[in-house]
């Protein structure tokens, strides 16, 4: 299947679990994919980008080894996806790949996502933090940087900052998230 094919294909994606799953299917079955994906994910400007973005989280979340051949190319491109529908999904992945990294059963994630990786990571999910974004992507981020926090010294401290500066102005779901980042910070 061509970039193009894939490009058409992708049209069909819908909000369904089961269709994005379908889709992630097709992926993994077909490894060759998985940078014709990425192309597509990273035509940022394009509405269809978001629906490669839903295949791919959803790969990401049946099969996350699959993207460690491509995790330069996920974590040089990430912070230039914008369209909201894309931004979830990509921080969601992110969190995908420190809690694979920080799990306590060996995974290749943890031998496979070097310390460049880990920066790129953590400037995204500052960015997600402190840009207008949805809770959901916010959400992902806080995590992320807690558990990241925890082998870089300066997370916690940064993160805490922008949890209690934005407090009042967030909803409730990034409120009743940040309380429980903010206790795990304070007991750490």
Request: no cysteine; glycine share 2%.
């Given at each position: 299947m061509t970039t193009d094919q894939l490009y058409r294909e992708l049209n069909y994606?819908?909000?369904?679990?089961?269709?994005?799953?379908?889709?992630?299917?097709?992926?993994?079955?077909?490894?060759?994919?998985?940078?014709?994906?990425?192309?597509?994910?990273?035509?940022?400007?394009?509405?269809v980008s978001c629906r490669a973005a839903w295949v791919f989280e959803f790969m990401c979340?049946?099969?996350?080894?699959?993207?460690?051949?491509?995790?330069?190319?996920?974590?040089?491109?990430?912070?230039?996806?914008?369209?909201?529908?894309?931004?979830?999904?990509?921080?969601?992945v992110c969190e995908y790949l420190i809690k694979a990294y920080y799990s306590k059963e060996d995974n290749s994630i943890q031998t496979s996502l070097t310390s460049k990786h880990k920066e790129k990571i953590v400037e995204a999910c500052f960015d997600w933090m402190i840009n207008d974004e949805k809770i959901a992507p916010k959400a992902y981020a806080m995590n992320t940087l807690y558990l990241l926090g925890k082998?870089?010294?300066?997370?916690?401290?940064?993160?805490?900052?922008?949890?209690?500066?934005?407090?009042?102005?967030?909803?409730?779901?990034?409120?009743?998230?940040a309380r429980h980042i903010l206790k795990w910070i304070k007991k750490k």
């Open positions: 994606v819908d909000h369904s679990r089961a269709n994005r799953l379908k889709y992630a299917n097709l992926i993994i079955d077909n490894p060759d994919l998985i940078p014709k994906l990425l192309d597509i994910l990273f035509m940022v400007d394009d509405k979340g049946e099969k996350l080894k699959a993207i460690i051949p491509y995790l330069d190319t996920f974590t040089e491109n990430m912070h230039k996806v914008h369209l909201d529908p894309a931004v979830r999904p990509v921080a969601k082998d870089i010294d300066w997370i916690h401290p940064e993160l805490a900052l922008i949890l209690e500066r934005d407090f009042q102005m967030q909803s409730s779901g990034f409120k009743a998230r």
